[in-house]
T-cell receptor, first 116, second 112 residues
């Protein structure tokens, strides 16, 4: 399977704990995105990388959230001191940057976080 | 940050009916994409429209990009239960960030 993979698919944690999600993009894609989706809503942009550089971060990404893509391949999204409001599906997507427009996003199946 | 508004938010129809869903904004987009998402899965791209006034067809689905590149519509002919899902539009603002911003989606249910 050469699609975007995310791990874990489901995570249940207690409030105050730290959690980390991993995303492995399609290997030839140089862009990697993180989105958050709550029930009944569209995906909300969190951040994106081009290769290893983090080019943009949403204001939604508080100081408890950090994302890395150390070698321009896989990425991790860490949430520290989780809160119940962090409960959501965290979606990772990758794309190949195109010169004139934003390319197609290929999404993983997401990591669902439940904070008790 | 531009806002993409989708309507209707929910749509429940019978198999064989036609429907149209809309995606509107006050911002101009360099391109606009439509995705379909099923429960527990990530969105999957259906189409990308780039040119104002462009019409693209994908079997029973017809996508149109507004002349001013601020809005788009998706028309489904003779809907089938397999069309059930969340339809999302997403755009990258012209001259702005290259990130894709999504609308809240239209949840479509096609009843047999």
């Amino acid at each position: 399977d050469t699609g975007v993979s995310q791990d874990p698919r489901h995570k249940i944690t207690k409030r105050g704990q730290n959690v980390t999600f991993r995303c492995d993009p399609i290997s030839e894609h140089n862009r990697l995105y993180w989105y958050r989706q709550t029930l009944g809503q569209g995906p909300e942009f969190l951040t994106y990388f081009q290769n290893e550089a983090q080019l943009e971060k949403s204001r939604l990404l508080s100081d408890r959230f950090s994302a890395e893509r150390p070698k321009g391949s896989f990425s991790t999204l860490e949430i520290q001191r989780t809160e119940q409001g962090d409960s959501a599906m965290y979606l990772c997507a990758s794309s190949q940057r195109q010169t004139r427009r934003t390319g197609e996003l290929f999404f993983g199946e997401g990591s669902r976080l439940t904070v008790l | 940050t531009q806002l993409l508004e989708q309507s209707p938010q929910f749509l429940s129809i019978q198999e064989g009916e036609n429907l149209t869903v809309y995606c509107n904004s006050s911002s101009v987009f360099s391109s606009l994409q439509w995705y379909r998402q099923e429960p527990g899965e990530g969105p999957v791209l259906l189409v990308t429209v780039v040119t104002g006034g462009e019409v693209k067809k994908l079997k029973r689905l017809t996508f149109q990009f507004g002349d001013a590149r601020k809005d788009s519509s998706l028309h489904i002919t003779a809907a089938q239960p397999g069309d059930t899902g969340l339809y999302l539009c997403a755009g990258a603002e012209k001259g702005g960030s290259e990130k894709l911003v999504f609308g809240k989606g239209t949840k479509l249910t096609v009843n047999p």
